[in-house]
């Protein structure tokens, strides 16, 4: 699915006849998230802060990088888990104000229980935003972090200041 996704951005941009080229953009943002599957069994909910550098080719597709660190508040017997994804993506604007975006890379899950260690797992994304102006947009994503046939999944909630 991402890489059809890619390929009609891309597509898009050589229809366009090569628009003007935006160059990069820096953006900081903070996000709530919402546990959900076998997640929302040992979590609550989460917050956390992400840096995200965008190359734009056009006015209508970037290439993403993010990196950042969610906590995972505990549920009943269970302590906090964290999460430090890094990922690599595309955003397209399917509108002047709205966009889609699909990200792949790793995260590492640390479950904060005495001696347990961190959790390397495929990590992806997809969702939607809304550009408020040139500096804030919000966006939603279904993120999922899979190893051995086990995902951990949440819905994620960004508010992001570009630069």
């Not at 956390?48 to 190359?55: A, E, N, P, S």
């Not at 006015?59 to 993010?66: G, I, P």
């Not at 819905?155 to 992001?160: D, E, P, S, T």
């Amino acid at each position: 699915m991402i890489a059809a996704f890619t390929a009609a951005s891309f597509a898009t941009f050589a229809q366009e006849g090569g628009s003007t080229t935006k160059g990069f953009k820096f953006s900081v943002g903070v996000n709530a998230a919402l546990p959900i599957g076998d997640l929302a069994d040992i979590s609550t909910f989460g917050a956390g802060i992400d840096v995200q550098g965008q190359y734009w080719f056009s006015d209508k597709v970037a290439a993403t990088l993010d990196a950042g660190f969610t906590s995972l508040f505990g549920k009943d017997d269970f302590e906090s888990t964290s999460l430090i994804p890094v990922r690599a993506g595309v955003r397209y604007m399917a509108t002047p104000q709205i966009y889609l975006t699909g990200k792949v890379g790793m995260g590492n899950l640390k479950y904060n229980a005495d001696g347990a260690e961190g959790v390397t797992a495929f990590g992806y994304a997809v969702g939607a935003g809304y550009k408020i102006n040139e500096k804030f947009d919000l966006g939603l994503t279904y993120d999922g972090y899979s190893k051995n046939s086990q995902t951990n999944s949440m819905i994620n909630l960004r508010v992001g200041y570009t630069f």
